[in-house]
T-cell receptor, first 113, second 112 residues
Framework: NAGVTQTPKFRVLKTGQSMTLLCAQD?????MYWYRQDPGMGLRLIHY???????AKGEVPDGYNVSRLKKQNFLLGLESAAPSQTSVYFC????????????FGNGTRLTVT | DQQVKQNSPSLSVQEGRISILNCDYT??????FLWYKKYPAEGPTFLIS?????DKNEDGRFTVFLNKSAKHLSLHIVPSQPGDSAVYFC???????????FGTGTQLKVEL
C-alpha cells in the first residue's frame, strides 16, 4: 500500500518549457489536490478534484492545468514554466466524507531557471 | 490575505517539557481545524483535528485547544520528544468542502 506517490521527485526546467507532474493514489480516495509550498507562505491550493473527470480551481491556479481522467491519478501541468513556479509541489488525496484528513505525497521539488 | 496565521516561525523546547504551538484565524466560517506535522523531504502527515463544536481534543501526547471567541487554537505536546522535531502546520476549513487553508508553519526543535 504505497499511499500517495508523486513523480518525479526533482526537476529543473528552463523558462518556457512544459512538464507534467504525476500523482497516483491507491486508497480509492474521491478527492485529490495539488498544493505548492513556498518559504513563508505555507501550503497553497492550486487545483483540486472531487471525483474522476472533475477539476476545480484553488487559491493559486494561474499557469497550471490539471486532469483527472482516472480516479487514482491527478496530473498537474505547466504549459510554459516561469521562475515564479519554482516551488515544492505536494499532491494529496482524501475520502469524500467531510472531515477526512488529507494524505500527502512526498513532494516534487521544481526549479525553473 | 493570510486567513490562518502561525506567528512563531520557530520554537525550541527541552526534551520532556511541554511544547505549545499557536495558530490564529480570521475567517469566522472555519469550523474544522487540523494540525499536520512535516519532516524534511516528506509530505505533511495528519496529526490531530478538532471540530468547532468542541474546545479540546486529545490524542496521546497531543492535545488541541480551540478558543472560538478569540479565533485561536493551540497544539500542546507533552512530554516533548526529539522525534517531535518537525514543522507543524495548522489548517482550517469551512462548510461542507474539503479544501484546507494552511498556516505558514512553525519549526519545532526538541533539544536533549
Amino acid at each position: 500500500n504505497a499511499g500517495v506517490t508523486q513523480t518525479p521527485k526533482f526537476r529543473v526546467l528552463k523558462t518556457g518549457q512544459s512538464m507534467t507532474l504525476l500523482c497516483a493514489q491507491d486508497m480509492n480516495h474521491e478527492y485529490m489536490y495539488w498544493y505548492r509550498q513556498d518559504p513563508g507562505m505555507g501550503l497553497r491550493l492550486i487545483h483540486y478534484s472531487v471525483g474522476e473527470g472533475t477539476t476545480a480551481k484553488g487559491e493559486v491556479p494561474d499557469g497550471y492545468n490539471v486532469s483527472r481522467l482516472k480516479k487514482q491519478n491527478f496530473l498537474l501541468g505547466l504549459e510554459s514554466a516561469a521562475p515564479s513556479q519554482t516551488s515544492v509541489y505536494f499532491c494529496a488525496s482524501s475520502h469524500g466524507n467531510r472531515n477526512s484528513p488529507l494524505h500527502f505525497g512526498n513532494g516534487t521539488r521544481l526549479t525553473v531557471t | 490575505d493570510q486567513q490562518v496565521k502561525q506567528n512563531s516561525p520557530s520554537l525550541s523546547v527541552q526534551e520532556g517539557r511541554i511544547s505549545i504551538l499557536n495558530c490564529d484565524y480570521t475567517n469566522s466560517m472555519f469550523d474544522y481545524f487540523l494540525w499536520y506535522k512535516k519532516y524534511p523531504a516528506e509530505g505533511p502527515t495528519f496529526l490531530i483535528s478538532i471540530s468547532s463544536i468542541k474546545d479540546k481534543n486529545e490524542d496521546g501526547r497531543f492535545t488541541v485547544f480551540l478558543n472560538k471567541s478569540a479565533k485561536h487554537l493551540s497544539l500542546h505536546i507533552v512530554p516533548s520528544q526529539p522525534g517531535d522535531s518537525a514543522v507543524y502546520f495548522c489548517a482550517a476549513k469551512a462548510g461542507g468542502g474539503n479544501k484546507l487553508t494552511f498556516g505558514t508553519g512553525t519549526q519545532l526543535k526538541v533539544e536533549l
